[in-house]
């Protein structure tokens, strides 16, 4: 059974750094395009960051971009996204998600086949 799992959110002040790890199970991540996306309240979901299975390529969204880092460990089966210079406007469930056949720039505009169940962040002093 496929299944994702996230870990490493919580509460951080405006400035401070988290990591979140996605681990994996029943399938073998060197396989698969990874995405991390976040939701806050009455927004609409955003592809945070992407990275490829195959040249390592990553994707950024704007609104990150210099302050958060993705990464990937197919040995451990694990995925990352370590978050630095959080702001308020990064309050959100973040979510892993995964795929296979896409470029990252792709990976973080659709939907892909398998989710998460999601970890809360929030940013506030």
């Known amino acids: 059974q496929l299944q994702l799992v996230e870990s490493g959110g919580g509460l951080v002040q405006p400035g401070g750094s988290l990591r979140l790890s996605c681990a994996v199970s029943?399938?073998?991540?060197?396989?698969?395009?990874i995405g991390w996306f976040r939701q806050a309240p009455g927004k609409e979901r955003e592809g945070v960051s992407c990275i490829s299975n195959t040249d390592g390529s990553t994707y950024y969204a704007d609104s990150v971009k210099g302050r958060f880092t993705i990464s990937r460990d197919n040995a451990k089966n694990t995925a990352y996204l370590q978050m630095n210079s959080l702001k308020p406007e990064d309050t959100a469930d973040y979510y892993c998600?995964?795929?296979?056949?896409?470029?990252?720039?792709?990976?973080?505009?659709?939907?892909?086949?398998?989710w998460g169940q999601g970890t809360q962040v929030t940013v506030s002093s």
């Open positions: 998600a995964v795929d296979w056949g896409f470029t990252v720039q792709a990976m973080c505009v659709m939907t892909p086949a398998y």
């Open positions: 029943g399938f073998t991540l060197d396989s698969y395009v």
